[in-house]
């Protein structure tokens, strides 16, 4: 009977836990110690070598999961400084420890203090110095090295982000435009953790895109899974706002909402998030046009997609964001009938934004150049040129 219970709880138990495993894991603590210095001698006057640093090195095939992995039973702690001795009067310094972590890391201390950003592949950050070694003014005893504790912060460097209320058919996009299989159910927050597909184009372009938990109304207050996926969204080249043409109703607690008000919303939580993502180019996709009913709610609300700010007033002032969003692009599909001229369409349009803003910077860009130059170009021949008298 014991072992039948048991063997019953164990299963129970095994469920949830393998459940709320898939994804990736976008933040990690970590506790770090620099070396301690070597001992100097002082009847001679040496000097202990210092303590080995620690160091966080960005590299683009690493992720958080990996170093929690192979960091879980290890001390991280750099070596120690060698000592100063009659044959050798300058100790060795003590080994560097190196950490791998993914490129788009950012790292924090323990009071939130940002100590710097790996975007690029191998660049390095050293996170705690390793003790002084022993010298006179330490009275010849090698100092213990900086011990603190870390949090890396990863945000996806992916192209487009996606977003919608739960069960919009986010997952449903992703698997259908990559070979990424995100799971898909027809129940909301099926999606916990970010996951990454990559759209790959006949002329071997590929455009990366991050599937994101759903967010809902109240977000900002920490409902649902609150605001902290949306980091992953900041440095995305295009925000995909993906809704359901029926709306949503979360749970039968919560207001049933139309498929406006959830753009409306989720405007709303961006805007609570960081007003300037709402400046970043966005598309959207009306989905679920297969439902009954769509092509007449769909009429009904083109226009006003369109020009949210014009409507803005028909909507409950407790739902109205001040900064309205205003698209790139509006597309209807049925993501889960898989349409490959629908889907061709979306991923035609997509790379087309993306170029499109791209050049508009590299222009940009070119012309602040462009005169700067100028500008010292100017300078110069002012300071040089003979003066007109
Ligand atoms: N009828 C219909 N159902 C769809 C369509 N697209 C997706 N669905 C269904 O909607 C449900 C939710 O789809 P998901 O892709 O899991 O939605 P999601 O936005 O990722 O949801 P969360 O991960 O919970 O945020 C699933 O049952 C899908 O099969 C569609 O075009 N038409
Ligand atoms: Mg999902």
Redesign the pocket.
């Known amino acids: 009977m014991v072992v039948l219970t048991r063997a019953v709880l164990g299963y129970a138990k095994k469920i949830p836990r393998k459940f709320r495993r898939e994804g990736l894991i976008d933040s990690l603590r970590l506790h770090v110690t620099g070396g301690t210095g070597g001992s100097g001698l002082p009847a001679y006057g040496g000097l202990g070598g210092a303590g080995g640093n620690v160091y966080v090195v960005a590299e683009e095939k690493a992720t958080l999961q990996k170093v929690k992995n192979q960091l879980k039973h290890v001390a991280l702690k750099a070596g120690t400084g060698g000592d100063s001795s009659k044959k050798g009067l300058i100790g060795m310094p003590g080994k560097d420890l190196t950490i791998t972590v993914p490129t788009g890391i950012t790292i924090f201390d323990d009071s939130r203090i940002k100590l710097g950003e790996l975007n690029k592949e191998n660049t390095k950050l050293m996170i705690a110095k390793g003790g002084l070694g022993g010298c006179e003014q330490t009275g010849f005893c090698g100092l213990k090295g900086e011990s603190r504790t870390v949090v890396l912060d990863l945000q996806l460097l992916a192209d487009v982000g996606l977003i ?1 209320f ?7 996009f992703l698997n259908a435009v990559s070979k990424a299989r995100p799971k ?8 916990l953790r970010p996951q990454l597909g990559t759209i790959d184009y006949k002329d071997y372009r590929q455009i990366t895109v991050a ?1 994101l ?2 967010l809902i109304e109240g977000a900002h207050i920490n409902k649902g899974m609150g605001h902290k996926f949306l980091k992953h969204i900041e440095r995305t080249k295009l925000l995909l706002f ?1 809704v359901d043409i029926q709306g949503c109703q979360i749970s039968l607690k919560h207001d049933h909402r139309s498929c406006l008000e959830t753009v409306l919303l989720l405007n709303r939580e961006i805007e609570l998030y960081k007003p300037d993502l709402l400046e970043r180019p966005s598309m959207i996709i009306v ?5 009954t009913g769509a092509n007449e709610i769909y009429e009904e609300i083109k226009p006003k997609l369109e020009n949210l700010r014009k409507f803005l007033s028909e909507f409950d002032e407790s739902i109205q964001p001040k900064r309205v969003l205003e698209f790139d692009d509006i597309l209807t ?5 898989n349409k490959a001229d629908e889907i061709t369409e979306i991923k035609t349009k997509i790379r087309h934004i993306i170029d499109k803003y791209e050049e508009q910077k590299v222009t940009e860009n070119t012309e602040k150049l462009e005169e700067q130059l100028y500008n010292k170009l100017k300078r110069q021949s002012k300071q040089y040129a003979p003066t007109l008298i």
């Open positions: 919608g739960p069960n919009a058919g986010k997952s449903t898909i159910a027809n129940y909301p927050f099926t999606t599937d938990p759903g993906i989905n679920k046009m297969d439902t599909a049925s993501l889960k009938l």
